[in-house]
C-alpha cells in the first residue's frame, strides 16, 4: 500500500503537461501497433464522460456562490470580458475571409451529409434557441448540460441569496469546494484518458485520415493558427502593453491540449477554472467569464462557418465581393456565439451562411458533409482554440485593470501562482 502511495506521489509531482504528451504518445503507439485492442479507448470515454458530468455541477455552484458573495458595488472586469469575446468572433471570421481569399478553396460534392438534425434557417432561430434556453427548467438545464440555462438560474439564485444568512453562504462555499476537489482528481487522470482519446482516433481513422481534405485543413488550422499566435497576443498587447507570448503560450499549453482531444468546450471549463485558480486571478470574475466563455466566445466556429460557406461559393463558381464578405463575417461572429445552444455545433450554421450566397440547402448539406470529414482535425483544433481563448481573454481583463488601477489590487499576480508551485 505504501509503495502504490509513494508510485502516485511519485506520478503527480511530474508536470501534468509532460504526463498528457506521455499519454498522447503511447496513445499513438498503442493505436498503431494494437488497433484492435478497442478496451483502451474506454479510457477517453471515462475521462470525457466525468468531465462532462461534473461541469454543470461545478458551474451552477460556483457561479451562484461568487454572486452571493459578491459585495454591493464590488468590481469585476465583466463587461470588457465580453466585449473581448464578441470582438475576438468578428476578427476570428474577418482572418478566415482574408486567408479564403489568398487560398480559395472548391470542393468536390458528391452526396448530402446524413444527419436527423435540421440546421437552424435563420439568425432568428439560433437567437430564439438562446433565449429559449434562458427559461429552460434550472434542474432540466443541468441535467442536459445546457450552459445558457445553467448560467442564467445560477445568476438569479446568486443575486438572490445576497441576503441570505452566513450559514447558508458558507454551505455553498463548502459545496463548492467540495465539486472543485473532485475536479481535481478527474484532471489528474486526463493523461489516461487523452490516451485513449487518441488511441480511438489513430486506430479507427489511422494517420492518413489526418491527411484527407489537406488543403481545407490549412486554410482551417492555419486561420487557427494565426488567431491564436498573432491576432490573440496582439489584442493582449494592447491591453496590457507588455509582452503576451508567456501568457498566450500558457494558456495554450494548458487549455487548449485537452481541449484539442476531449472536443468540447464545456468539458474543459473545470481544466480552465483550476488554470485561472493557478493564475491567481479574481475568482469572482473567472467563476463567470470561463462558462459564458464556453457559450458565447467561439472564435473557432466563426472561422469554420466563415471558410466553409465561402468554399461553398468558390464551387459554385460564385463571386464574393469584399461587403458581401464582411456581411458573412457579422453573420458568423453572431451566429458562432449561438453555436452551442444548436445541435451539430458550427458545422449544421454553414447552410445558414450560404443562405447569404443563394446557394440552396441540399448543396449547403453537402459542405455539411466535408466538415464532418475534416472534423476530426476542425473540431479539435476549433475547441481547443475557443477554450483556451477563454481563460486568455479573463486574464487579459485582469492584467488591464491591473496596470490602469494598482490601487484596488493588494497582490501581485504571480503571488498565488508561486505558492500553488510551492506547494505542488
Known amino acids: 500500500m505504501r509503495n502504490m502511495k509513494n508510485i502516485i506521489n511519485k506520478w503527480n509531482s511530474i508536470s501534468l ?14 493505436g498503431l501497433a494494437v488497433p484492435q485492442a478497442s478496451g483502451i479507448s474506454i479510457l477517453g470515454q471515462l475521462f470525457v464522460g466525468a468531465l462532462k ?38 476578427l476570428s471570421a474577418l482572418v478566415a475571409v482574408l486567408a479564403s481569399y489568398v487560398a480559395p478553396i472548391t470542393l468536390t460534392l458528391t452526396e448530402a451529409a446524413e444527419s436527423d438534425v435540421a440546421p437552424p434557417s435563420g439568425v432568428i432561430e439560433v437567437l430564439t434557441n438562446l433565449l429559449m434556453n434562458v427559461v429552460a427548467n434550472p434542474v432540466d ?18 443575486i438572490a441569496l445576497k441576503k441570505a444568512s452566513e450559514g447558508t453562504k458558507t454551505a455553498l462555499d463548502n459545496i463548492s469546494e467540495a465539486v472543485a476537489q473532485a ?26 485520415a489526418l491527411l484527407t481534405y489537406g488543403r481545407l485543413i490549412m486554410v482551417l488550422v492555419g ?40 472536443r468540447s468546450s464545456a468539458a474543459n471549463i473545470p ?4 488554470l485561472c485558480e493557478d493564475m491567481g486571478l479574481d475568482e469572482d470574475t473567472y467563476s463567470i467569464s470561463i462558462p459564458l466563455g464556453a457559450t458565447i466566445n467561439m472564435a473557432g466556429a466563426a472561422i469554420t462557418i466563415s471558410t466553409m460557406a465561402l468554399a461553398a461559393a468558390h464551387t459554385m463558381g460564385i463571386s464574393v465581393d469584399f461587403p458581401t464578405a ?59 482554440l475557443n477554450s483556451s481563448t477563454d481563460v486568455l ?30 506547494e505542488a
Not at 475536479?183 to 492518413?208: D, Q, R
Not at 497576443?233 to 476531449?262: D, E, G, H
Request: hydrophobic residues 55%; positive net charge; glycine residues 10%.
Open 141 to 158: 438545464s443541468i441535467v442536459n448540460a445546457n450552459y445558457i440555462g445553467i448560467l442564467a438560474w445560477a445568476v438569479i439564485f446568486g
Open 53 to 90: 458530468g461534473v461541469a454543470p455541477i461545478l458551474v451552477f455552484f460556483l457561479v451562484m456562490s461568487a454572486l452571493c458573495r459578491m459585495g454591493k458595488g464590488q468590481k469585476t472586469n465583466m463587461k470588457f470580458i465580453v466585449v473581448l469575446y464578441l470582438l475576438g468572433n468578428l
Open 326 to 384: 464582411f456581411i458573412l463575417c457579422v453573420l458568423s461572429a453572431l451566429s458562432a456565439a449561438g453555436a452551442s445552444g444548436v445541435a451539430g455545433g458550427s458545422l449544421l450554421l454553414i447552410p445558414m451562411a450560404c443562405s447569404l450566397f443563394g446557394i440552396s440547402n441540399d448543396v449547403a448539406m453537402q459542405v455539411v458533409g466535408v466538415g464532418f470529414i475534416v472534423g476530426v482535425i476542425q473540431d479539435s483544433c476549433e475547441t481547443g
Open 271 to 274: 481544466v480552465n477554472m483550476e
Open 17 to 30: 503537461v509532460l504526463r498528457i504528451i506521455c499519454g498522447l504518445i503511447l496513445g499513438i503507439i498503442l
Open 223 to 262: 486561420s487557427m493558427a494565426f488567431v491564436a499566435l498573432v491576432m490573440n497576443p496582439l489584442i493582449v498587447f494592447l491591453c496590457t502593453k507588455t509582452n503576451p507570448y508567456p501568457l498566450v503560450f500558457k494558456c495554450l499549453s494548458r487549455s487548449f491540449i485537452t481541449a484539442f482531444f476531449t
Open 183 to 208: 475536479v481535481k482528481w478527474i484532471i489528474s487522470c486526463a493523461p489516461f484518458g487523452i490516451m485513449g482519446l487518441i488511441f480511438a482516433t489513430i486506430s479507427t481513422e489511422g494517420l492518413g
Open 393 to 422: 481573454y479573463t486574464a487579459c481583463a485582469e492584467l488591464r485593470d491591473r496596470r490602469k488601477h494598482p490601487e484596488n489590487y493588494t497582490t501581485d499576480i504571480n503571488i498565488h501562482a508561486k505558492k500553488r508551485k510551492a
